[in-house]
């Protein structure tokens, strides 16, 4: 950790983000509370963004820039962020997104008035790539706000979300004692439930944050399937054979496991994590099938030939195609 003393520091990984990375730095300098660090952390890009950040560096203080010699993949370079951060506080920023200015002030009075609160973040508009709004996500419905770990758990890992939280202002102090996020499919969405179990999150009930939507985002879907997102977690991996599901559950698991909670607490999350693998059944085996049968199916006389059948049974019976209508597209 940095030795500077910022009460916040905001970290922003980037990779070839010239197209917004200004408006979203203008963002965060213009936050009405002031006593914050932004650290930058140019994972070799090849655009103009060496040049923008060096720019703002230039002439505000309290902005650092990092360039890595070699890209790290995400995940590593968010990571690198949050290591080279001094904050009391901590909140990643992606270099497309904007902020309203009272964000990290409002952010930083709940942190500061509720011990029990780890996370603080606020409803997220929608925008597209000419800053228009288009929609708003709102995690309202999920209990991450409730007393009781077990809960906010249960609906961190069992309600689709596409994780806003992760943007949200963090205690330092808890964020190290995590893995952060770690090269593999799914590890953001891992450790927000970590930090579920470690206290609990607050909504902030207006829309203060503007999540940006384009081509090359990953919530976008430019990567549609969990299979094909390895790359963007770390690029050394791209195309490798991976079980995102598989490895979510152990995940999970070993979270629960490390987390200090009460013995009935502790219990009670691994009951979550039991009703959970029973929603993930399909998921669980569509794994199997893309990275084990898959390539059998499409590379043996034999495994063609059972394709061949599959797709036959597709055709011409409901039942097969309600069971694998997921597995279908993949073939």
């Known amino acids: 950790m940095n030795n500077n003393n910022h009460r916040v520091s905001i970290g922003m990984p980037v990779y070839n983000g010239d197209n917004f990375i200004k408006e979203a730095i203008d963002s965060i300098l213009a936050q009405t509370f002031t006593d914050f660090e932004l650290v ?27 360039r890595n010699e070699q890209n790290l993949g995400a995940a590593k370079n968010y990571n690198r962020v949050f290591e080279l951060s001094s904050g009391e506080y901590f909140r990643w920023a992606a270099h497309d997104d904007v902020l309203a200015p009272e964000l ?15 996370l603080c973040y606020s409803k997220a508009g929608k925008i597209d790539q000419n800053s228009a709004l288009v929609g708003i996500y709102d995690d309202s ?9 077990h809960e906010r758990f249960h609906d961190l890992i ?12 963090i205690r330092a102090s808890a964020l190290k004692t995590t893995p952060l996020i770690a090269s593999y499919v799914t590890s953001d969405r891992i450790l927000l439930g970590e930090l579920s179990l470690m206290g609990r999150f607050y909504i902030l009930p207006e829309q203060l944050f503007c999540r940006r939507y384009h081509p090359q985002a990953l919530s976008s879907g430019a990567y549609p399937r969990l299979q094909t997102r390895l790359g963007w977690f770390d690029s050394q991996k791209a195309g490798r054979i991976n079980f995102p599901t598989w490895r979510s559950g152990i995940e999970y698991f070993k979270a629960v496991t ?11 999350c691994y009951a979550q994590m039991g009703a959970w693998l029973k929603r993930q059944w399909s998921g669980l085996f569509k794994d199997l099938v893309i990275a084990v049968i898959q390539p059998f199916l499409l590379t043996s ?18 039942m097969g195609r309600k069971v694998m209508a997921g597995f279908y597209d993949q073939w």
């Open 258 to 268: 490390r987390a200090p909670l009460s013995w009935s607490e502790r219990l009670l």
């Open 40 to 66: 930058i952390s140019d994972n070799a890009s090849t655009d103009g963004t060496a040049e923008i950040c060096k720019a703002y560096a230039t002439k505000d203080q309290r902005i650092r820039y990092y």
């Open 301 to 318: 006389r034999l495994g063609r030939r059972v394709l061949a059948a599959v797709k036959f049974v597709l055709r011409h019976s409901s």
């Open 158 to 169: 069992s309600i689709p979300h596409i994780c806003i939280s992760i943007f949200g202002l």
């Open 104 to 118: 990290i002030e409002r952010c930083v009075e709940v942190l500061d008035q509720d011990l029990s609160v780890v």
């Open 141 to 149: 419905e999920m209990k991450v706000d409730s007393q009781k770990p």
